[in-house]
C-alpha cells in the first residue's frame, strides 16, 4: 500500500515527523512536498498531487495531508472523484473513518494536534481496515456505491 504525503507551510514540519514514523515502521511512502519550508505555498497545489496519486488505484493507494486547519485540503481533495479523505482529530475518528467509510486520505490539522497525537492517528487509521463484518458492512458498502452515484452525476 503505497501512502502519499502532502503538506503545506503549516503542516510541513508534522510531515517529516511523519516521514520519520512511517520509515521506521517499514511503510512504503512518497513526499509530494512541500520538500522545503516555503511560507507562501498554497494547500490546493500538494492536496491535488496526493489525491491524483491515490486516485491512480483507488483499492490500494491511500494519502495524508497535512495544513494548519486541514479543512482546505480536505475540501480540495475531496473535488477529486473517488477520493474519500476526512480530517480526523482523535485516534477514535481515525479509527471510525477506516471502518465506516473506507477512507483512502487522512487529513490532520497541525495546529490543533501535538506531534505525538497525530503519530496515534496515523497507526490506527493506517491499521484499521474497512469492515469485513457481515450486517456492517452491506450497510457501509450501500452508502459508499450512493456517494459513486453522486459522482457520476
Known amino acids: 500500500m503505497p501512502i502519499y504525503l502532502g503538506a503545506d507551510h503549516r503542516g510541513f514540519q508534522l510531515k517529516e515527523t511523519l516521514k520519520n514514523y ?22 490546493p497545489d500538494f492536496a491535488i498531487k496526493v489525491a491524483g496519486k491515490v486516485c491512480d488505484d483507488l483499492e490500494n493507494n491511500r494519502g495524508i495531508l ?10 480540495t481533495a ?15 475518528m481515525a ?13 490532520l490539522a ?10 496515534k492517528i496515523v497507526e490506527i487509521w493506517l491499521k484499521t481496515p474497512f469492515s469485513k463484518e457481515p450486517s456492517k458492512n452491506e450497510n457501509y458498502q450501500r452508502r459508499l456505491d ?6 457520476n452525476q
Do not use: W
Request: proline share 1%; aromatic share 10%; charged share 30%.
Open 22 to 43: 512511517l520509515k521506521e515502521q517499514g511503510y512504503n511512502f512518497a513526499d509530494l512536498g512541500n520538500n522545503y519550508y516555503d511560507e507562501q505555498d498554497d494547500y
Open 66 to 75: 497535512i495544513c494548519g486547519s486541514g479543512a482546505g485540503m480536505a475540501i
Open 78 to 92: 475531496n473535488k477529486l472523484k473517488g477520493i474519500r479523505a476526512a480530517l480526523a482529530c482523535s485516534e477514535e
Open 95 to 107: 479509527g471510525m473513518f477506516k471502518d465506516n467509510d473506507d477512507v483512502n486520505i487522512l487529513v
Open 110 to 119: 497541525s495546529d490543533f494536534i501535538k506531534p505525538e497525537q497525530a503519530l
Open 146 to 151: 450512493k456517494i459513486k452515484e453522486i459522482e
